[in-house]
């Protein structure tokens, strides 16, 4: 039972890596209708971008990071946490 619930406590650390994804291409579909909207501004916007980017993949370094700590540190085995990594990661492009 204990094992179980340790399971889902490290998948669930790893729901904010689909909010990651998410948010990555949010920032990246309005990258193109900034630059469709006003295609002289495109050098800044595109330094805005890689901005957000490199924020949202750092929250989902550290969702990560969790997980595996999680894992880690309650002896789950790892191919565990991967598993769920794996498919939260993938449902994220559906």
Known sequence: MLEGAKSIGAGAAT????????GIGNVFSSLIHSVAR?????KQ????????FALTEAIALFALM????ISSVF????????????????????
């Open 66 to 69: 969790m997980a595996f700590l």
């Open 15 to 22: 729901i904010a890596l689909a909010g990651a994804a998410i």
């Open 75 to 94: 002896r789950i085995p790892i191919e565990v946490s991967v598993y769920f990594f794996f498919i939260l990661f993938f449902s994220s492009f559906i």
């Open 38 to 42: 006003n295609p002289s501004l495109a």
């Open 45 to 52: 916007l595109f330094g805005y971008a890689i901005l957000g």
